[in-house]
């Protein structure tokens, strides 16, 4: 007698949801956080636009700008890994929370 295995369950979109937070490390959750209220700090300052009045394409114009003028609280310049990671934090906010299509790493100002 041949027993057929169910290789593949089927999942609802919350447990999907689920399934995609929960494998998020907390570093990473952490990152992206905060570069998300670096931005809104910038933005306010600055009078730019919010992360979440945007969408990607639109908001890829002043990731380049958030980037080059960041600082540290004690006003000295962050290392370029550190602003990778600021970069590759607000790529994960915009392509999760705004336009999953969008990537800035294809963006044409990149």
């Given amino acids: 007698v041949c027993t057929i295995l169910k290789l593949f369950a089927?999942?609802?979109?919350?447990?999907l949801e689920a399934f995609r937070t929960e494998s998020t490390p907390a570093n990473t959750k952490h990152s992206t956080e905060y570069v998300v209220r670096l931005y809104g700090s910038w933005a306010r300052e600055g009078g730019y636009p919010t992360l979440d009045c945007c969408l990607g394409h639109l908001l890829a114009a002043y990731i380049p700008k958030i980037i080059a003028e960041v600082r540290k609280p004690d006003g000295s310049q962050y290392k370029s890994s550190s602003l990778c990671n600021m970069h590759a934090g607000l790529n994960r906010y915009i392509t999760s929370e705004i336009d999953a299509a969008f990537n800035l790493y294809k963006a044409p100002l990149f």
């Fill in 10 to 15: 089927g999942v609802s979109n919350d447990d």
